[in-house]
């Protein structure tokens, strides 16, 4: 299936070709495959040399993939397809730290139900669900450890969604943002780079580290927390209780409060954050002095800290993800001034540094595939001679 997934339709021989299988082998296999309605034939190879043969490709409407993300300020869902095509996705505005966790659980089961509702009938039903949470997470548990800007301390969020929804326990799962968002970008790159970090861009900052192709996650699975790195002694007090984390610095909070007054319409918190970035992006086009000047000190700070990740992992790229990947124009060229005159490595090291093509959605969909890939390591767990909702017979 991942060799369908990354080439599209191949024949059995070829299929046997690619992945050193056995012919015998690789025909019982699309058999099975084709049994539980994960791939299909899709015409006759054109070709070339030795005998044309039938085509197998994936069917992208098998199954979904469902993401889910709870924020500060919202929660959201995203559904792909087999193929990872974003189906849906959705924020709905929420005050997660004020309503607490089991309120804030209800909010996500609900629009849960509606996202996979209203991909029913063209796509076939959930493989799983990865919810993803800006904090620290007990994976085998499906337990939020600690959230600080959630406020959320030992959640047991999977124990909650499936008390709620119809997914089973097994089903769900619960990663931190900057993972999810790391995977998300490095599928995005088709297997270009294998070295990466991916910075959040939110209220708090995360970090997902990809290291020879493969997630950095540490040894209990709490790596990547580089917003409280402590970048000032005596700067002002981060949601973790400590003093001069990076995120007090360059925390989307920062931006907003350098760059508008609390009446403004930038630090309405029911306005979409989208939305608001449309707002401060309008003004430094229209060269707004203090919105200049904010972003200025912004892209500074934010130099000086991927500057230390920069000298610490050489990465090929760093992505900026979130509220930075909006307004790239003013930032990458004052963290790429930081990055040349701090890093030891002539040229950075070849690190480039650039924009996120998917901004706030990239924790949701990286959620998303994070669910499919349960079906990619082990198509099983798609059960047999299930009827499924096939591509040509869709509804509209
Ligand atoms: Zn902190």
């Known amino acids: ?63 979904c993939g469902l993401g889910l993300d709870v924020h500060v300020g919202h929660v959201g869902a995203a559904v792909t397809d087999l193929s990872g095509e974003l189906l849906f996705h959705r924020r709905v ?3 997660v730290p004020g309503i607490g966790p089991e309120r804030a659980i209800d909010q996500l089961a ?26 620290l997470v007990d994976r085998g548990a499906g337990i939020v450890t600690f959230a600080p800007r959630l406020r959320w301390r030992d959640v047991a969020v999977a124990d909650g969604l499936a008390a709620r929804t119809g997914l089973a326990l097994d089903r769900i799962a619960v990663d931190n943002d900057a993972n999810l968002g790391a995977e998300a970008e490095l599928a995005r790159m088709g297997g270009a780079v294998d070295d990466l970090v991916y910075l959040t861009g939110d209220f708090g900052i995360g970090g997902g580290v990809i290291a020879g192709g493969k997630l950095i996650r540490g040894s209990i699975g709490f790596a990547g927390e580089i917003g409280h790195m402590a970048m000032d002694p005596l700067g002002p007090y981060c949601s973790c209780g400590r003093r001069g984390c990076w995120e007090t610095q360059v925390g989307l909070g920062a931006l907003l409060h350098a760059c508008a007054d ?12 989208d939305q608001r970035m449309r707002i401060v992006r309008s003004r430094a086009e229209q060269r707004d002095r203090r919105t200049l000047e904010a972003l200025h000190q912004i892209g500074t700070e934010l130099g000086h800290g991927v500057s230390i990740l920069v000298n610490l992992l050489n990465p090929a ?12 124009e003013w930032l990458v060229e004052p963290i790429r001034n930081e990055v040349v005159a701090n890093v030891l490595a002539p040229g950075a090291g070849g690190a480039r540094i650039v924009a996120s093509g998917l901004g706030f959605t990239a924790a949701t969909a990286g959620g998303a595939l994070a669910a499919l890939r349960r079906v990619l390591d082990d198509p099983t767990v798609v059960p047999a001679g299930q009827p499924n909702v096939d591509d040509e017979e869709a509804p509209a």
């Open 262 to 273: 609390p009446d403004d319409p930038v630090r309405d918190p029911t306005l979409d954050l």
């Open 93 to 95: 505005a929420c005050d």
């Open 317 to 328: 790229v760093v992505v900026l993800g979130g509220y930075f990947a909006a307004l790239p």
């Open 1 to 63: 299936m991942r060799t369908l997934r990354e080439h599209g339709a191949l024949s059995r021989a070829q299929l046997a070709v690619r992945s050193g299988l056995s012919k015998a082998t690789v025909s019982s296999l699309v058999t099975d495959l084709e049994l539980r309605g994960l791939v299909h034939s899709a015409g006759v190879s054109a070709g070339g040399q030795g005998r044309p043969g039938q085509l197998v490709d994936l069917r992208p409407t098998s199954v």
């Open 110 to 135: 609900e629009l849960a139900d509606t996202a996979l509702a209203e991909v029913k009938g063209a796509v076939g039903p959930p493989a799983g669900a990865t919810v993803s949470v800006p904090g």
